[in-house]
């Protein structure tokens, strides 16, 4: 069965193919408007009839058709023919990014490459180079991709592994209580290698347990060392180390507690077994609390159908409210992002009367009138003053020009962050974990700007995002930068993605005070009114 991931990937790749052999134009933009769309949601497209697809928002019937030929069939006949005349290697090299369609198509018939070795190969032979519509520019930026593509090969998603690993410890709890995820995904790390899964009972058959999509790694041991064995197999070699672990008694432990206090350290939540930052506090037992989903009491930084939701404002703000949050902060995109059907002002105004009238049905829950500003390339927001002071709130996120270097990248997110309507900085970097690396900033002048500026620091909670990387948020928290736990929802299942963000924030020792949605309703009001002053 196919995913709705799945199936936007697949008509991404469909709308790719057709430009590739230089189909209808306007056809191919129908199709990557959809799969952008779809991308962004993750609404269950299977079991839905041609007529119920189309009811949809976007769908046209043509379209429908074509989802419906993938929840059926997997693939669609059009996809098929289209492949059958493609080489593979052609068609990997569309997923280099930077190369669009038209230049795969250049370099296929112009220079006879049919493979990203070829194309390799090729940069650095500097053949690119005089290639109309090339240059050395976008040769070094070719090959800087593909290695950034190659290096990521075989690694995975957490929100991806947990969903193949999860099932697999839910059936062998049908068996022992000892069992849990161990290594990286104890730890909650961004990207997943192979899933360790320890086993505190040596009598049962693991052979049936595997998966086709992953490496898992079992790890089986008895009752008596489970829980010494959870903690060492869930560390970092420096964490080990620095705990002095190898001096640890020979004995039968009850828990992961009981380790730690065995080796007179302060107890280490699993997110923050790295050997970092954590060591010097466990030793002193000066070790925070750490936040909690549950702490978080506003989703800040969401999407409706105003701009590239899949849901209503309606919709969302009920859902947020049954979720047992107290506001929500709609921040759909602004004018400049009309790849996401950005808000013009009229539009804007629209919404606010709508929101007026959710908020006395809705009381005492509230939704606050926020916008995602594009960072424009200047570094100005993406709407006159006289309308920026009119938001209750602003994220200002860069979308755009993301190929800059980096002193004129912090020149531009410095701009913006000096401006006095900017409330918080949404996802610094603009990385996909997988996709791209992001933006090239210099985080220390970044951080510094925001805590001169009083501007709140988003932790993008999108797993393809977790963006400010946690390894600068101990940094945040020195400077007194608060953080935002915002889950980007673009439809309703998004709001769930904030567990991510919260196992990101934990990495980060990130405690409830130093969180902007963790006030409450009341906080979260005197915040933005002592901000406007």
């Not at 950034?148 to 957490?158: A, P, R």
């Amino acid at each position: 069965m196919m995913t709705t991931e799945d199936i936007a990937d697949a008509l991404e790749v469909t709308a790719k193919l057709m430009e590739l052999h230089n189909e209808n134009p306007f056809k191919v933009k129908a199709i990557a408007s959809a799969a952008y769309k779809l991308g962004k949601t993750r609404i269950d497209l299977n079991n839905q009839t041609v007529e119920e697809l189309s009811k949809i928002e976007g769908i046209s019937k043509s379209l429908a058709e074509k989802i419906y030929e993938f929840t059926t069939a997997g693939v669609t006949n059009e996809l098929k023919e289209l492949s059958s005349k493609t080489p593979l290697g052609v068609i990997d090299m569309l997923g280099i990014k930077g190369l669009g369609p038209k230049k795969v198509r250049q370099l296929w018939v112009e220079l006879e490459l049919e493979s990203v070795t070829d194309l390799l190969y090729a940069c650095h032979e500097n053949r690119l180079v005089e290639l109309k519509g090339f240059g050395e520019k976008t040769q070094n930026a070719v090959i800087q991709n593909i290695e950034f593509k190659l290096s990521n090969t075989g690694k995975f998603h957490f929100a991806y592994a947990e969903k193949i690993g999860q099932p697999i410890i839910d059936a062998i709890k049908q068996h022992t209580d000892l069992v849990s995820f161990t290594g990286a995904m104890y730890r909650k790390c961004e990207i997943i290698d192979e899933i360790d899964i320890l086993v505190g009972d040596e009598s049962i058959d693991l052979d049936d347990y595997g998966s086709e999509h992953i490496p898992i790694n079992f790890i089986q041991v008895s009752e008596a060392v489970y829980y010494k064995t959870l903690v060492e197999t869930s560390s970092t070699k420096e964490h080990l180390e620095g705990i002095n672990f190898s001096v640890l008694d020979i004995k039968k432990y009850t828990n992961e507690a009981s380790v730690y206090a065995n080796l007179n350290v302060q107890y280490c939540e699993p997110e923050i077994r790295e050997g970092l930052f954590e060591l010097e506090k466990a030793k002193n037992h000066t070790l925070p609390k750490l936040i909690e989903l549950t702490d978080l009491k506003g989703i800040l930084h969401n999407h409706s159908t105003y701009s590239d939701g899949m849901n209503t404002l309606e919709e969302m703000a009920v859902y947020c409210k049954q979720l047992g949050y107290e506001y929500l902060g709609i921040c759909d995109h602004s004018q400049t992002a009309v790849y996401a059907d950005g808000l013009k002002v009229e539009a804007v105004l629209q919404q606010r009367d709508e929101i007026e009238k959710l908020n006395k049905e809705l009381f005492p829950f509230k939704i606050f009138k926020g916008i995602e500003s594009d960072i424009l390339s200047n570094g100005d927001l993406d709407y006159e003053e006289s309308m920026l002071k009119t938001f209750d709130f602003i994220v200002a996120s860069v979308h755009a020009n993301l190929k800059m270097d980096e002193a004129k990248a912090n020149a531009r997110l410095i701009k913006a962050i000096e401006n006095p309507y900017t409330t918080i900085l949404g996802h610094p970097t603009g990385r996909l974990l997988l996709g791209r690396p992001g933006y090239p900033i210099d985080h220390k002048k970044i951080i510094d700007a925001c805590a001169a500026n009083k501007v709140v620091i988003e932790l993008n909670a999108h797993p393809y995002r977790l963006d400010i990387d946690w390894h600068w948020i101990p940094y945040c928290l020195e400077k007194g930068v608060m953080i935002s736990i915002n889950p980007d929802a673009h439809q309703l299942r998004g709001y769930h993605d904030m567990r991510y963000g919260t196992f990101t924030a934990r990495k980060g020792m990130l405690t409830k005070d130093m969180c902007l949605n963790a006030l409450d309703l009341s906080g979260f009001e005197t915040f933005l009114k002592n901000y406007k002053k």
